[in-house]
């Protein structure tokens, strides 16, 4: 009796999730049709597909239950299915609507030789490189708000419930890093045909429940998702390396926890390389750079060997020839040309051709590659989100991130950009069009300068007058007379 309650418990839990699921199904689907323009429509698609994907596993679930012999009235579970199953058919109008445009009829005739396989693969590739961003971002929303408790803990100790929160967090970023870690390792094998499309379809529905679900309290997970793929026993070369980038993450991690806090968690495993392809041109781009302008130092010090027939040029960085048993070239004539600098009367001057790689081998001194080139690029994540009407802006203007679209807005806005976006790029644009307002940066009073008039006073050192600042803690433009503005305390960097 008590298991037919627990069943009956567990039915009712199911169904009552349908109904939410189809009323929030439908009222995504009425802000799909009621969109203005593409951006819109394909956020409402994404929370359309997440929706029919939840019902799909209820779907599941019921099915199951109207199979089994120890349910007797199933009437209700059919209906919640049909209902389910009707949802699914719509959301199949909606697939077939955004993927039917009006393309050329290039395009449709390219689209038809499409070999089917590979279109599957380069779907399979597409979902597994958008999964690996989707959880990169909620390792980003993990780690800040785990920031946040910690501070607030360090402010009031003994919290208990927040230490147990950063505890639970810091569990969903390990077993984030880990699913990272397999679905770029399975990546990797996929690009290199090691795994075939219809093995990554059995994990597609597990791995999509894994995202949308793993924060909620029944939440199970399969531990056994990627045991049938023989991950394990892959070439190591396919296997995904953790990048220099995600150590400061781990050591932030551990660093977040209070002090007297009596829980300890294990150090957290970094995630797997999203850069591991620039870190290896990185490295080739290092090699190649060695192995030129040395090949410039031979030329330059080499001794050319004439014979009947060729020229050599003769290695002078390899080790001493050995006695050996092998013919020689016969020896006719030994050339030591004046242009290599080898002359005993000393070198001639270069040509125009020499000249000019001397020039572009300095140059590659000045622009050699930083290890900071290979680092992954991490999104911007909002402290403080706040959700906005839908008649505002929902995308950035277009074009907001040149220096024009900067030099529209007003002198106040542009201050305002500068002193609250500290480290973007934001920043950098405020600052050069406030430049090209002739307004000019203090680094001693961290304030921007204007001249009044013409300054009084000029020497090789400073310059005295009148002055307009901006100051920024009475948020106003202040006039200052009698100032004087030395030029040490000058930012005067190009920005380019």
Known sequence: MADKRKLQGEIDRCLKKVTEGVEQFEDIWKKLHNAANANQKEKYEADLKKEIKKLQRLRDQIKTWVA?????DKRQLVENRKLIETQMERFKVVERETKTKAYSKEGLGLAQKVDPVQKEKEEMEQWLTNTIDTLNMQVDQF???????????????GDKEKQDRIEELKRLIERHRYHIRMLETILRM???DSIQVDAIHKIKDDVE??????????????EFLYDDLDLEEIPTTLMAT??????????????????????SSSPIPPSPATGTTVNALFLSFIDLYLVCQIMLHKVQAGV????????FPLNLYSAPPGPTTAPQPAVSEVNLPPSLGACPLGPTPLTKEQLYQQAMQE????????????????????RNPCPTPPFHHQVPPHHSDSIEFYQRLSTETLFFIFYYLEGTKAQYLSAKALKKQSWRFHTKYMMWFQRHEEPKTITDEFEQGTYIYFDYEKWGQRKKEGFTFEYRYLEDRDLQ
């Open 68 to 72: 089994s012999n120890e349910i007797k």
């Open 143 to 157: 780690e800040s708000e785990v920031e946040s408790l910690s501070v607030q803990t360090r402010k009031k100790k």
């Open 190 to 192: 996929l690009d290199n």
């Open 209 to 222: 429940y894994y995202i949308d679900s793993s924060q909620d309290p029944d939440f199970e997970e399969n």
């Open 242 to 263: 953790s990048p220099q980038g995600h150590i400061e993450d781990e050591m932030f991690l551990q660093s977040s926890s209070t002090p007297n806090s009596t829980t």
């Open 304 to 311: 050319i060997i004439t014979n009947s027939k060729n020229v």
């Open 363 to 382: 140059s590659t001194w000045t622009h050699m590659p930083h290890p900071s080139d290979s680092e992954r690029i991490r999104q911007y994540l909002m």
